[in-house]
């Protein structure tokens, strides 16, 4: 049990306590955001699990194995090991702090460790093979989706988060109109996606119910095949319920109102069951899911290109000092690699 003599004698709210500590030691919000939406989760699971149990401060390690497993038949095995080192983190903070006697998620960890495979080998899919799946596909919702997947290499939290205003499109096929960021006012023919949205947060006057997890803002070339497919699903797209003007809404149940994760996650397996590409109880090795269509898009373009940097910048994932020098030539760097290495998927 770790003590100190400074340790609160009670705390209303251990998880608000814990995140508050967190901002003091310099964490970024959009890592507290991230903290904060697995800690609340587990909260609410524990709560309407465990009738037994009132506070998070009583878990033990059954339940937090209980919880983990819970997220098996919703995530990859990367992001449940992702969401169990958040956990960790936070009961070893208050452990450490003397809030709480002990942290139930030690075993746990060790468990995962030897469980689950954070870069779990995939199913090898060729290009010819992938442009059969897509020319599978007839509803031009679903096919655009799929095509923004998989030549952007995006999250699907961040496909779902897309605004019309994030598209910089030339439509004189359409008669339809709308006014672009301003940062893509020199960049025709291409996709803005912000690091600004997360869950619960309002942006462009709708609340999210995604995040972007990019660490920097990213401009992404669209090259003749995604225009096509963005453009007949535009032909034909509801008008929108949100002011946000979303890009892709929902056709079916809740028609205008924009497309959810959980759409797009249905989508995606219901054409890789009948391609078999997904089998229930497969794992990240087998099932074809929309974080498969980032990993391909990696894969085949970093060995295009052979130019790492350029397919970081794509994804997101580079640190402000190198997204710099892309972003200040961003056409010769990212728009003419991008458009002379993108693979053909129509």
């Known amino acids: 049990m770790a003590t100190r003599t400074d340790a609160p004698e009670d705390v209303a709210d251990p998880i608000a306590y814990f995140l508050d500590d967190q901002r003091y030691h310099g964490k970024s919000e959009r890592t507290l955001e991230a903290y904060e939406r697995v800690l609340r989760q587990f909260e609410e699971f524990v709560r309407e699990r465990f009738d037994h149990i009132e506070e998070v401060s009583a878990v033990g390690r059954r ?92 999250r699907v939290g961040e496909l779902c988060n897309l605004d019309l205003r994030d598209c910089h499109l030339e439509t004189p096929e359409l008669d339809l109109e709308w006014t672009a960021r301003v940062q893509l006012e020199r960049r025709p023919s291409s996709i803005f996606v912000s690091e600004e949205p997360a869950r619960g947060r309002t942006v462009n006057g709708e609340e999210r119910r995604a995040s972007n997890k990019r660490k920097r803002d990213t401009v992404i070339p669209v090259d003749a095949e995604l225009r096509r497919a963005l453009l007949e699903w535009l032909a034909i797209r509801p008008d929108p319920i949100s002011p946000a003007d979303p890009l892709f809404i929902d056709t ?13 996650r249905y989508i995606v397996e219901k054409h890789a069951r009948t391609h078999g590409w997904y089998r229930t109880g497969g794992g990240a090795a087998e099932n074809v899911t929309p974080h498969y269509f980032r990993h391909f898009f990696t894969t085949h373009l970093r060995d295009r290109t052979g130019d790492r ?37 129509l």
């Open 252 to 264: 079916g149940d809740s028609w205008g109102e924009r497309l959810q994760t959980s759409d797009v």
């Open 309 to 345: 940097g350029v397919v970081k910048y794509l994804r997101g994932d580079v640190a402000s000092d190198v997204i710099d020098t892309y972003t200040h030539n961003w056409g010769d760097q990212v728009r003419t690699v991008y458009e002379t290495n993108i693979y053909s998927l």
């Open 63 to 154: 339940e937090c194995m209980a919880w983990v497993h819970s997220l098996r038949d919703r995530f990859e095995s990367s992001t449940i090991a992702t969401y169990a080192s958040y956990l960790n983190r936070f009961y070893d903070y208050m452990n450490r702090v003397g809030v709480f006697e002990e942290n139930p998620m030690v075993l746990v960890m060790e468990e995962l460790s030897e469980s689950i495979d954070t870069n779990p080998t995939r199913r090898d899919i060729s290009i010819p093979e992938m442009r059969s799946f897509v020319d599978s596909i007839a509803h031009p919702l679903e096919r655009a989706v799929v095509v923004t997947l998989l030549k952007t290499g995006m």
